[in-house]
C-alpha cells in the first residue's frame, strides 16, 4: 500500500487551543483525504474529508487545510475541547466512488486536551 | 448513512483455533473491506471483498489465514485461521454508501490470541 505519513504521533494541546496534525502522501493518484476519529474500544469515524480541487475545508471547529503541490494536508481543530481527545487519523484513497475505493491510513496522533 | 454492526465485539481464543467475525451492514453496498489494527497502531488493510466474486487481499495477507466470504449485499465474514498470539488485533469492518460519499466502520472486535 502506499504510504500516508502522519505527524506528531502524540499531541497534548490546552483547552481552548488549536490542535493541528499533518500528513503527506506520496501516490498522486490519491483525490479523496478523510480524517477519522477514534475513541478507545470504537470503530473510526469520519470526522471531515477534501478532494484535492480546494485548498480548505471548514466544519464547524474543524478545518481541512489542502497542499496538492506539497502532497501535503492537515487538521485544524479550534477551540480544542477535552471531548476532542481521541486519536486521529488521516486517510487516502484514489478512484471517483470513494467509499468504494480502499482507504490508506496514517499512523496515527494521539490527541489530548487539558484544562 | 450506514450502520455496521460486527460480531462478536470480543474474543479470547486457543492458539491453533479459528475465529469468524461477522459483519452486517444495515444497507446494500458494492465493497466491503476487512481492516486490522494491532494494539495503539494504524489501520491496515487485508483484504476488499466485492459480492460475487473472490476476494482480493492485500501484499502479506492470505486467503489461507485470512479466508472472506460475501455471500449478499449487506453481509461478509472474516476468518482467523489457526490463530497465533500475533493474530491479537482489533478486527475492523468497513463499507462504502452507495452514493460513494463516505466510508462506514464497525465497532470492530478485538481478539486476544493466548
Known amino acids: 500500500q502506499q504510504q500516508v505519513k502522519q505527524s506528531p504521533q502524540s499531541l497534548i494541546v490546552q483547552k481552548g487551543g488549536i490542535s493541528i496534525i499533518n500528513c503527506a502522501y506520496e501516490?498522486?493518484?490519491?483525490?479523496?483525504f478523510p480524517w477519522y476519529q477514534q475513541f478507545p474500544g470504537k470503530g473510526p469515524a469520519l470526522l471531515i474529508a477534501?478532494?484535492?480541487?480546494?485548498s480548505e475545508k471548514k466544519e464547524g471547529r474543524f478545518t481541512i487545510s489542502f497542499n496538492k503541490s506539497a502532497k501535503q494536508f492537515s487538521l485544524h481543530i479550534m477551540d480544542s475541547q477535552p471531548g476532542d481527545s481521541a486519536t486521529y487519523f488521516c486517510?487516502?484513497?484514489?478512484?471517483?466512488?470513494?467509499?468504494?475505493?480502499?482507504?490508506?491510513f496514517g499512523t496515527g496522533t494521539r490527541l489530548t486536551i487539558i484544562p | 448513512s450506514a450502520v455496521i454492526s460486527q460480531k462478536p465485539s470480543r474474543d479470547i481464543c486457543q492458539r491453533g483455533t479459528s475465529l469468524t467475525i461477522q459483519c452486517q451492514v444495515d444497507?446494500?453496498?458494492?465493497?466491503m473491506f476487512w481492516y486490522r489494527q494491532q494494539p495503539g497502531q494504524s489501520l491496515t488493510l487485508i483484504a476488499t471483498?466485492?459480492?460475487?466474486?473472490?476476494?482480493?487481499?492485500e501484499s502479506g495477507f492470505v486467503i489461507d489465514k485470512f479466508p472472506i466470504s460475501r455471500p449478499n449485499l449487506t453481509f461478509s465474514t472474516l476468518t482467523v485461521s489457526n490463530m497465533s498470539p500475533e493474530d491479537s488485533s482489533i478486527y475492523l469492518c468497513?463499507?462504502?454508501?452507495?452514493?460513494?460519499?463516505?466510508?462506514?466502520f464497525g465497532q470492530g472486535t478485538r481478539l486476544t490470541v493466548v
Open positions: 468497513s463499507a462504502g454508501t452507495s452514493a460513494g460519499t463516505e466510508a462506514f
Open positions: 501516490n498522486t493518484a490519491f483525490d479523496y
Open positions: 477534501i478532494r484535492p480541487d480546494v
Open positions: 486517510a487516502a484513497s484514489g478512484g471517483q466512488a470513494f467509499g468504494n475505493e480502499k482507504l490508506t
Open positions: 444497507s446494500q453496498v458494492t465493497m
Open positions: 471483498a466485492n459480492q460475487g466474486s473472490e476476494a482480493t487481499y
